[in-house]
Structures are given as C-alpha cells and as structure tokens.
C-alpha cells in the first residue's frame, strides 16, 4: 500500500489535513468531488475498503447502522440498504435535525438501492427521525481526514461527526460499546500525537481500506455525551436540534452553561442576562426589565392586548403535533428559553396545537427558525408560519396539506 509521509513531529491537525489532502492529490488517488481538500476525501479503491464491512461480525450482528453522508462511505450505504437494514444518515450541517432514515421504495431493485446510497437518493428517499424517535443505532461509520491505527482520528475540521455521536450519547442512541468505524485509503492511515486529541474527538474501533482491516483496539474512552462549555451560541443557533438537546438536559438539573455564556453573564446589565436572570428566579422576563418591555415579551394565552387591534402587522406562527399530555406552561416555559416569547399565546390543546402571535413578520420568522427541531413530551414539534394569517379556523387544513 501507498503510505503519505508520517506528519512532522509537532505537527498540528490542520497541518496533518493539509498534507494529506496534497498527498491524496499529487499520487493520484483522490477521487470525485475534488478537490480533496476541506472535505472527508474520497480516493481510488472506497468501494472495495466499504465492502470489506459485510464480512465484519459488528457489521452482521447491527440492525440500525448510523453511516455518514460523505462520498467515500456511499459504498457502506449501499452496502446497509442491500443487507436491508436500517440507514440513518446524518442531516447535512444538522440544519433540520439529526437523521434521515433511508427508506428504499417497497421491491426496490438493485438500481434504486444505488441511488439511494448516493446523496440525491438521500434527499428523495429520506425520512426525518427527530430526538424522540427512539433510534437504537448498534453501528457508526464514520468518513476521516486521517487516523492512526491507535483509533486516533482527525475529521475536516468543523466539529460535526464528534457533535453527532456526543448528540447520540445524550439521546441514549449509542452505548459506550457500539463499534465506530472508518473508511479511508491506506495512505491516510498515520501517526498521530496523543497531544492534538481533545476530550470530545471521537475515536474508532475498526479502519477499512482498501488492502486491510484494522482492529485498534482503542482504550480512550469516547465523548460522554455534550461538553456545553464547549459549544457556542453560534453553534447553538445553526444546530437546532443541539437546542432542544440543552433545553431536556437542562430540564433534568444538567449544568449547560456555553461556552461564551460565562462572559455574557458578566455583564449582569444587557436584557438577556435580566432575560437569564429572570428565568433562573422563576419571573416573567417583562417584571425583571421594568414596564417599558411590558407587552412585547408575553401576555397571558387567555388576555387580549390591546396593542394587536388594527395593526396588520401582527404574524402568527402554528404550532402543531403537540401531544396530548403537555400543558400551556411548559409550551410557555420552552418559549422563553428559546427566546421566543410571543405577544399572544392561543392554545387549542385538544386540537393538539397552539398558535403564537409575534409583532412582525421578521419577529415571527426568527422564533420559527430558533424553535425548529424543538421537542416536548416525546414529539418533534411542527413549527411553521401560518398558512392564514386572517382566519386560523383554516390554518390546520391548509397546514397540513
């Protein structure tokens, strides 16, 4: 096998990324999409490592196989769907949840199965899983940059295959035992210093290439699930299902405090650390920030306010697939968590949905981006603008559509 040039002592991740990438390029093993770079690469021979999975034992005994959505590992995917097991794949960038189940057309045929591996087959024959949607995954495979046959592994940078599996630690989706592994070319099995892993990098028990199998037998223990202090609000906002993840942990006493929290919250003065404050203190936000605010963070679900009278600009936003057992308060208290807090609540339990009336369109648009993925008492909620801004008698038929 091709080996790329052990990284310089001192050498650090970016630098180890870099110089596989030039590698994986200059000897003519990378592969469609290139260049390889800034991506998990895929090279010469990813079908023939993936294939080598079915005659692993773990690979076997799996029932729900977690496989990443990067090019390299489309062999894998196909692999899970023609073993007609159940694929969940990553949503890109985690933008609309957690997974997508892959649910091949009933008598699919060998063509459909490859299409369904591919990243178009993905987005037409997916079904979303929200954090209720009790995934037990008994497998992980993982795309890598590089990694050491100590199990060691670095990714393209951004986090998301780590944030993942930590999200599946925290679900009760993977136990400390389910198996990871990688598929990657021979010459991107290196040396890594211990030195450059964190406490959140996720390791690998079994390396597929195209010449080989390793077992790394890798004794450092994998993420326990959300180091909060390390997550940042920008990373919050673009992940929406890593809010509703902090917001049930928080639920059960966790410490979640973020990562750029502490520093807001020195600043003891700024409206979100009154906001924070008055929800640690079990007060309406409005009565830790004097009268002025009063009116635009709530009013009572069953009060009218006189300031939505004539104004056309009031937007509603429908709430749907409540499920029976959560009441208005615990709606109201995920609303002020997530910053979200309406003028008016109007609440139809038994039809299972609420509607939340905002100020403006633009107001209304954030709270249905920062509510997205939001989960009580076991269902994803549905979140989304009303169809019918004037008569909501309509919006559930139209809505539902």
Same mark, same amino acid.
Request: charged content about 25%; overall charge positive.
């Given at each position: 096998?091709?080996?790329?040039?052990?990284?310089?002592?001192? &050498?650090?991740?970016?630098?180890?990324?870099?110089?596989?990438?030039?590698?994986?390029?200059?000897?003519?093993?990378? &592969?469609?999409?290139?260049?390889?770079?800034?991506?998990?690469?895929?090279?010469?021979?990813? #079908?023939?490592?993936?294939?080598?999975?079915?005659?692993?034992?773990?690979?076997?005994?799996?029932?729900?196989?977690?496989?990443?959505p990067?090019?390299?590992?489309?062999?894998?995917?196909?692999?899970?769907?023609?073993?007609?097991k159940?694929?969940?794949?990553?949503?890109?960038?985690?933008?609309?949840?957690?997974?997508?189940?892959?649910?091949?057309?009933?008598?699919?045929?060998?063509?459909?199965?490859?299409?369904?591996?591919?990243?178009?087959?993905?987005?037409?024959?997916?079904?979303?899983?929200g954090?209720? !949607?009790? &995934?037990?995954?008994?497998?992980?495979?993982?795309?890598?940059?590089?990694?050491?046959?100590?199990?060691?592994?670095?990714?393209?940078?951004?986090? $998301?295959?780590?944030?993942?599996? &930590?999200?599946?630690?925290?679900?009760?989706a993977?136990?400390e035992?389910?198996?990871?592994?990688?598929?990657?070319?021979?010459?991107?099995?290196?040396?890594?210093?211990?030195?450059?892993?964190?406490? #959140?990098?996720?390791?690998?028990?079994?390396?597929?290439?195209?010449t080989r199998?390793?077992?790394?037998?890798?004794?450092?223990?994998?993420?326990?699930?959300?180091?909060? #202090?390390?997550?940042?609000?920008?990373?919050?906002?673009?992940?929406?299902?890593?809010?509703?993840?902090? $917001?049930?942990?928080?639920?059960? !006493?966790?410490?979640?405090?973020?990562?750029?929290?502490?520093?807001?919250?020195?600043?003891?003065?700024?409206?979100a650390?009154l906001?924070?404050?008055?929800?640690?203190?079990?007060?309406?936000?409005q009565?830790?920030?004097?009268?002025?605010?009063?009116?635009?963070?709530?009013?009572?679900?069953d009060?009218?306010?006189?300031?939505?009278g004539?104004?056309?600009?009031?937007?509603?936003?429908?709430?749907?697939?409540?499920?029976p057992?959560?009441?208005?308060?615990?709606?109201?208290?995920?609303?002020?968590?997530?910053?979200?807090?309406p003028?008016?609540?109007?609440w139809q339990?038994?039809? #299972?949905?609420?509607?939340?009336? $905002?100020?403006?369109?633009?107001?209304a648009?954030?709270?249905?981006?920062?509510?997205?993925?939001?989960?009580?008492?076991?269902?994803?909620?549905?979140?989304?603008?009303?169809?019918?801004?004037?008569?909501?008698?309509?919006?559930?038929?139209?809505?539902?559509?």
């Amino acid at each position: 096998p091709q080996l790329c040039p052990p990284p310089p002592p001192g &050498a650090s991740k970016q630098a180890v990324r870099e110089k596989g990438g030039d590698y994986l390029e200059a000897s003519g093993l990378a &592969a469609f999409p290139r260049p390889v770079h800034r991506r998990i690469p895929n090279f010469q021979g990813s #079908h023939q490592a993936c294939c080598s999975i079915k005659e692993l034992d773990v690979f076997n005994k799996a029932r729900e196989i977690k496989v990443d959505p990067d090019k390299p590992l489309e062999g894998v995917r196909l692999a899970v769907l023609q073993a007609r097991k159940t694929l969940l794949v990553p949503t890109p960038r985690l933008r609309t949840g957690l997974f997508n189940k892959i649910v091949p057309p009933s008598g699919a045929t060998k063509e459909i199965l490859r299409i369904c591996a591919t990243s178009q087959g993905i987005k037409e024959y997916s079904v979303p899983v929200g954090l209720d !949607g009790k &995934a037990r995954v008994d497998l992980v495979v993982v795309g890598s940059v590089a990694v050491s046959e100590k199990g060691w592994r670095i990714g393209k940078g951004e986090g $998301y295959a780590d944030m993942e599996y &930590a999200m599946m630690v925290s679900m009760g989706a993977v136990q400390e035992d389910t198996p990871v592994i990688t598929i990657v070319h021979d010459c991107q099995v290196v040396d890594i210093a211990e030195e450059l892993l964190d406490d #959140h990098d996720l390791t690998v028990d079994y390396i597929l290439t195209p010449t080989r199998t390793v077992k790394t037998n890798c004794k450092r223990p994998k993420p326990q699930g959300i180091i909060w #202090h390390k997550v940042s609000y920008e990373m919050l906002e673009k992940i929406p299902v890593l809010k509703s993840l902090r $917001y049930r942990e928080k639920q059960t !006493g966790k410490d979640v405090t973020l990562q750029d929290e502490h520093s807001d919250l020195a600043n003891a003065n700024t409206p979100a650390a009154l906001n924070e404050k008055a929800m640690a203190e079990n007060i309406r936000p409005q009565a830790a920030m004097g009268s002025a605010q009063v009116g635009q963070h709530y009013v009572e679900s069953d009060s009218l306010s006189p300031r939505l009278g004539g104004s056309g600009m009031i937007t509603t936003v429908y709430v749907g697939n409540i499920p029976p057992g959560v009441r208005v308060n615990e709606l109201k208290c995920a609303l002020r968590e997530f910053h979200a807090t309406p003028l008016r609540l109007n609440w139809q339990g038994a039809q #299972h949905r609420a509607f939340l009336d $905002y100020k403006d369109k633009a107001t209304a648009e954030s709270a249905v981006s920062s509510l997205k993925g939001l989960s009580l008492g076991g269902n994803t909620l549905r979140v989304e603008l009303a169809k019918n801004q004037r008569n909501k008698g309509q919006v559930e038929i139209n809505s539902q559509k």
